[in-house]
């Protein structure tokens, strides 16, 4: 158990509590638990069964921790102590795995003594005088082991009945019990102890199929250590992580995991992160890098200024968003809920009418009915087609979560599953958002050091990201970087156009083309140096071949050189002074190199169209687009446009968005889903995104689109196989062709099992890559349910 308060004004009457309540896991239980919390002080109850957790907002002046744990103690389920979690341990020697083996070892004699011992069968006494449906109770020997096995079975399911029975839920708890008790009532002890054990090890065996689900979450729970050595003082202490403050330092050693987010202060080395982002490679760590709660430092010591709490860190925050997947119902679900709620009554109905109309309408003997009755309550239990849904989610989300992506919810993994259209961003997305410079062009008497010398001394107190990429270019050319300092002032940022200064004794220009025009430059004849009849160039491919003049040589800038760039999505910044030109340089942002595989990878799991929205210029967005293999290009876009473009997508089927979740945000809203990529410890993408892409990797983008479609089959077939087999058990059952050990074997605990393995199997869904799929099959994409 656990309570923090609210953090605002507000909120500052209630608290949030949480709970672990390890028997919560269906539906049902879920749904008992939220009734016994309908009081008065409660704001808001959220049940996760597939996580065995429920968290409660209440006014702590009205209801406290203890009131509202006794309220939930009182509706059947133990709440746990707060360090524990919902998984059993030793589930198959608890106390009730215990009886019910004493209880199945009792039936199992009763049947030897019924059936291959007639004559050790003695009739021991006859109770009662016609109490019975069909006359008294006879007590043999076989009766006694049969009872037995009920006494040792039964009361945990009764208890449980009574409980179902007091809240007025018509659950399998009270179905069980109304049948172990009808079967008693008119002396079929072979049914009711048959009912008792199976259902019990049916219990046993679903819990255990919960607990793997549940598991899969603990594991990730777990990838942040409880303990960190924080130094203090200038000595080392190891702590609670919880204890740890904003702004300490921590001592993480080789082979320690990172106890807290946080920004490296001291050394060096190789962490792997793979934890939080999916990413395999470990990413080189120094001083200025952040790193994350959960991760693991491979080599180097590193000291680490805690930037966040424990319970704030970013692995803090996908256990919570993993563990609320199921907050709210799927379209599959609530179809679930709807049928459920009439199946259940409909075939209770038929069982009642079985029992009492059967001898009157059909004729024969009592028993048979009642027996037949009795098969039929089992199999008005709903629970195999009802958890088929919430355990497929929690298996594919946690799935995710452990290849680096966060899947906010059941409702979005399913709404990717119904997309036609993905749009994507461009800067960041389909390229790295990382600028480069690609062409050095010198024009009249310069070489590449001496533009880019000038080039540099104009651009460095610029903030604009080309500047800052011209800066790092030339800082890393040893022939630019050690020339002299050149003196500048007078700097002026011109909008939309470039930069002027003075530069020495002169006023020189860095910018777009347009600003050269407006300066009266003919773009269309600029000169360039020769060195014995070769063309200085500098560096790049796309400038053209220079033409021959009565003065040299000369480039057409505005008719060839200029386009040519462009045409290749570069950025062209022009510098010179009032009077010359001095050189052309280009600059461009890196298109991924996985960026055309995840296209194409998505064009084969079955999306339509993949169309690019962008605020960049219309031919730059052209050239990237066909270099990656885009459907269609949308340039020039401000971000209430690319929401209007998002919208006129859906007009066509589902959209799914991909943005860094900050500057797209509103595109990513109007979205069926907003997918946020390099989103760790980006609290914003995490907020605002349907699903994160922890890493800065565009292969997980078709993971998503992959799983999802895996899970819309998994869930569609377990509820297909699951009606399928109940309905059949039900037209069975009133014509005795079903048996009560055949209802519970197979339409209880072996559907419950079946469906639960099958969402399980979403666990070992891998990233596909580059190097791993060649060869991509197509991937049937269908709605699992209306």
């Keep these: 158990m656990s309570e923090r308060s609210g953090a605002d004004d507000a909120a500052a009457d209630e608290a949030e509590l949480r709970l672990t309540v390890p028997e919560m896991d269906c539906a049902s239980c879920a749904q008992k638990v939220e009734n016994a919390l309908d009081r008065e002080g409660v704001e808001s109850v959220d049940p996760r069964p597939t996580a065995g957790v429920v968290v409660i907002t209440h006014d702590p002046s009205v209801i406290g921790s203890k009131g509202i744990a006794a309220a939930v103690e009182n509706a059947g389920y133990e709440v746990a102590d707060s360090d524990s979690d919902a998984v059993s341990a030793g589930l198959f020697t608890s106390p009730r795995a215990v009886l019910t083996a004493v209880g199945g070892v009792s039936l199992a004699a009763g049947l030897v003594l019924e059936w291959l011992l007639p004559g050790a069968n003695a009739l021991l006494a006859t109770v009662g005088g016609g109490i019975g449906v069909v006359g008294p109770w006879e007590?043999?020997?076989?009766?006694?082991?049969?009872?037995?096995?009920?006494?040792?079975?039964?009361?945990?399911?009764?208890?449980?009945?009574?409980?179902?029975?007091?809240?007025?839920?018509?659950?399998?708890?009270?179905?069980?019990?109304?049948?172990?008790?009808?079967?008693?009532?008119?002396?079929?002890?072979?049914?009711?102890?048959?009912?008792?054990?199976?259902?019990?090890?049916?219990?046993?065996?679903?819990?255990?199929?919960?607990?793997?689900?549940?598991?899969?979450?603990?594991?990730?729970?777990?990838?942040?250590?409880?303990?960190?050595?924080?130094?203090?003082?200038?000595?080392?202490?190891?702590?609670?992580?919880?204890?740890?403050?904003?702004?300490?330092?921590?001592?993480?050693?080789?082979?320690?995991?990172?106890?807290?987010?946080?920004?490296?202060?001291?050394?060096?080395?190789?962490?792997?992160?793979?934890?939080?982002t999916g990413e395999s490679i470990p990413a080189e760590k120094a001083p200025g890098d952040e790193v994350y709660a959960g991760s693991i430092n491979e080599a180097g010591y590193l000291e680490v200024e805690a930037t966040a709490p424990a319970g704030e860190s970013t692995i803090a925050q996908v256990v919570e968003l993993v563990e609320a997947a199921n907050g709210e119902e799927t379209r599959a679900e609530r179809f679930v809920d709807r049928f459920a709620g009439v199946y259940t009554p409909v075939v209770v109905a038929a069982a009642v009418a079985t029992t009492l109309l059967g001898t009157l309408v059909v004729g024969g003997p009592a028993e048979t009915w009642v027996v037949r009755g009795l098969t039929l309550l089992v199999i008005a239990c709903p629970c195999a087609f009802v958890i088929s849904t919430p355990v497929s989610v929690v298996s594919g989300v946690t799935a995710a979560a452990r290849n680096g992506v966060l899947i906010k919810g059941g409702q979005h993994l399913e709404a990717a599953g119904d997309v036609d259209t993905v749009a994507v961003d461009k800067t960041g997305t389909l390229t790295?958002?990382?600028?480069?410079?690609?062409?050095?062009?010198?024009?009249?008497?310069?070489?590449?050091?001496?533009?880019?010398?000038?080039?540099?001394?104009?651009?460095?107190?610029?903030?604009?990201?080309?500047?800052?990429?011209?800066?790092?270019?030339?800082?890393?050319?040893?022939?630019?970087?050690?020339?002299?300092?050149?003196?500048?002032?007078?700097?002026?940022?011109?909008?939309?156009?470039?930069?002027?200064?003075?530069?020495?004794?002169?006023?020189?220009?860095?910018?777009?083309?347009?600003?050269?025009?407006?300066?009266?430059?003919?773009?269309?004849?600029?000169?360039?140096?020769?060195?014995?009849?070769?063309?200085?160039?500098?560096?790049?491919?796309?400038?053209?071949?220079?033409?021959?003049?009565?003065?040299?040589?000369?480039?057409?800038?505005?008719?060839?050189?200029?386009?040519?760039l462009q045409a290749d999505g570069k950025t062209v910044v022009l510098v010179g002074t009032e009077d010359r030109l001095e050189g052309v340089i280009a600059v461009a942002d890196t298109v991924r190199p996985e960026a055309a595989w995840a296209v194409d990878r998505l064009h084969a799991l079955g999306i339509e169209r993949v169309v690019m929205l962008t605020g960049d210029n219309e031919r730059t967005a052209r050239a990237i687009g066909e270099t990656v293999g885009v459907d269609a290009v949308h340039a020039g876009l401000l971000p209430d446009e690319k929401v209007a473009a998002v919208r006129d997508l859906r007009d066509d089927g589902g959209v799914a968005m991909l943005g860094d979740g900050i500057n797209d945000a509103p595109a990513l809203a109007a979205a069926d889903v907003g997918v946020a990529m390099g989103a760790a410890g980006t609290d914003t993408a995490l907020e605002t995104a349907d699903v994160a892409l922890m890493a800065d990797d565009l292969t997980r983008l078709p993971y998503v689109f992959d799983l999802s479609s895996r899970a819309s089959r998994t869930i569609r077939t377990n509820i297909a196989a699951s009606l399928g087999v109940k309905a059949a058990l039900a037209v069975g059952a009133p014509f005795g062709y079903v048996t009560v050990a055949m209802a519970v074997i197979v339409g209880d605990m072996g559907m419950s099992l079946g469906v639960t393995g099958n969402a399980l199997r979403l666990g070992s869904v891998e990233p596909a890559t580059a190097e791993s799929s060649d060869v991509i099959q197509p991937t049937e994409r269908t709605d699992p349910a209306d």
């Design 432 to 564: 790295t958002g990382d600028l480069a410079v690609t062409d050095v062009v010198p024009l009249g008497e310069n070489d590449a050091a001496d533009l880019l010398a000038c080039a540099t001394a104009l651009e460095r107190r610029s903030e604009h990201p080309v500047a800052e990429a011209i800066v790092a270019y030339a800082a890393d050319r040893k022939d630019a970087a050690d020339g002299p300092d050149r003196e500048v002032s007078g700097f002026e940022a011109l909008a939309g156009k470039g930069v002027r200064a003075e530069v020495g004794d002169e006023t020189h220009y860095a910018g777009n083309p347009s600003l050269f025009e407006e300066l009266g430059f003919d773009l269309g004849h600029a000169h360039v140096r020769t060195d014995g009849g070769a063309v200085g160039l500098g560096e790049g491919d796309d400038a053209g071949d220079p033409e021959p003049c009565e003065h040299g040589q000369y480039l057409d800038l505005a008719g060839e050189t200029i386009p040519r």
């Design 139 to 276: 007590v043999s020997t076989a009766s006694l082991a049969y009872l037995l096995a009920i006494g040792v079975a039964a009361p945990p399911i009764l208890r449980n009945g009574y409980y179902s029975l007091r809240g007025a839920s018509l659950d399998i708890d009270l179905l069980m019990s109304v049948g172990v008790l009808a079967a008693l009532a008119i002396d079929l002890p072979f049914e009711a102890a048959t009912l008792a054990v199976l259902f019990s090890t049916a219990e046993l065996l679903e819990r255990f199929s919960v607990d793997r689900a549940r598991t899969s979450l603990r594991e990730l729970m777990e990838l942040s250590p409880d303990e960190a050595v924080v130094i203090r003082d200038g000595a080392e202490a190891t702590v609670p992580a919880a204890a740890v403050a904003v702004g300490e330092r921590l001592a993480v050693r080789p082979g320690d995991r990172v106890p807290l987010d946080g920004v490296v202060r001291e050394g060096s080395g190789a962490v792997d992160e793979s934890p939080i």
